[in-house]
C-alpha cells in the first residue's frame, strides 16, 4: 500500500544494481573473447566505470586490455609464418612445431590454428614411424619393429605410405636374428645348428653369423673335450689305476 512516490528510490537502486550487473557480465564477456574482443573493451570498460562496477573487475580488465594489445602485433606475425608455412611446397615440421605455442598463446585464427595442430600431429607422428621404421629394420629388432608395425595398422585417422613388403621382410628377418641370438645364448648345438643353417638361407649379415659359426665351433670343441674326458674316465675305471684314476676325474671335473 505504499505511495508511488514512495517506490522511486527502491526502483532507482534496482535499476542501477541490474544496470551495474549487466555491465559486469557484459566486460566479463569481452574479455572471454580474448585479442579478438580487444576493439570492444575500452568501451566496456569506460560503461563499467560509469556504473561503478567494482574496482577487481575493472583492473582485471584493464590488466587484459594492455596484454591483448601487446599480443596483437605478435599475433600479426604468428598469423603471417603459420600461412607461410601452411602453404609451402614441403612443410618444415620443426619450424611449425617451434611456432604452435606462439600462435596458441596470440590466440591466432580457431580454424587456421585447428588445422595446423592437426597437421603437426600428422605428420610429426609419420616422422617418428619413419624414423622408428629404419631403425628397427637396421638394428633387427623384432619388438621394436613388430611394435611401430602395429600402431601403423591400427591408427586409422593417419594415411601413412611405406613400403609394406619390405618390412615385413625385414620383419621375418629380424625374427630369424632373434632366434638365432636366442640360440646362441642357450649355448645348446642342438638349437644353434639349425637356427645358424636358417640364418644362413635367409642370408642374415655376415657379423651375426660369423658370431653364431664361433660359438657353434666353441660348443663343439667343448663337446669333443668332454666326450675325450669321458672315455678317459672310464678307461681309467676299468684299468684300476689309482694315480690314472685321479688324473682322469681331475679332467672330467674340469671340463664338465
Do not use: C
Not at 44 to 69: P, S, T, Y
Not at 86 to 104: F, K
Not at 163 to 180: G, M, N
Amino acid at each position: 500500500n505504499l505511495e508511488e512516490s514512495e517506490l522511486e528510490a527502491p526502483k532507482a537502486l534496482f535499476d542501477r544494481l541490474v544496470a551495474i550487473a549487466e555491465a559486469t557480465q557484459h566486460l566479463v564477456d569481452v574479455i572471454s573473447l580474448g585479442v579478438d574482443g580487444v576493439d570492444e573493451l575500452p568501451g566496456a570498460i569506460a560503461r563499467a566505470e560509469q556504473l561503478g562496477v567494482d574496482e577487481e573487475h575493472l583492473a582485471n580488465a584493464r590488466a587484459k586490455e594492455e596484454m591483448f594489445k601487446a599480443l596483437l602485433p605478435r599475433r600479426e606475425v604468428a598469423e603471417k609464418l603459420l600461412d607461410e608455412l601452411l602453404n609451402a611446397p614441403s612443410l618444415d615440421l620443426r619450424a611449425l612445431g617451434e611456432l604452435l605455442p606462439e600462435a596458441v598463446t596470440t590466440q591466432v585464427n580457431p580454424g587456421k590454428l585447428a588445422s595446423a595442430k592437426e597437421l603437426f600431429r600428422t605428420e610429426s607422428t609419420k616422422a617418428s614411424w619413419r624414423t622408428e621404421l629404419s631403425i628397427a629394420a637396421w638394428l633387427l629388432d623384432a619388438d621394436r619393429l613388430r611394435a611401430v608395425l602395429a600402431e601403423i595398422a591400427v591408427t586409422q585417422d593417419i594415411s601413412f605410405d611405406f613400403d609394406k613388403d619390405f618390412y615385413e621382410e625385414a620383419l621375418a628377418l629380424a625374427d630369424v636374428a632373434s632366434e638365432l641370438e636366442a640360440a646362441i645364448a642357450e649355448e645348446d648345438i642342438g638349437e644353434l645348428l639349425p637356427a645358424l643353417a636358417q640364418a644362413e638361407a635367409a642370408k642374415l649379415d655376415e657379423s651375426r653369423l660369423a658370431r653364431a659359426r664361433r660359438k657353434l665351433e666353441s660348443l663343439e670343441a667343448e663337446s669333443m673335450e668332454r666326450a675325450a674326458a669321458w672315455d678317459y674316465l672310464n678307461a681309467a675305471l676299468e684299468s684300476q689305476n689309482l694315480d690314472t684314476l685321479r688324473a682322469a676325474i681331475s679332467e672330467a671335473s674340469r671340463v664338465a
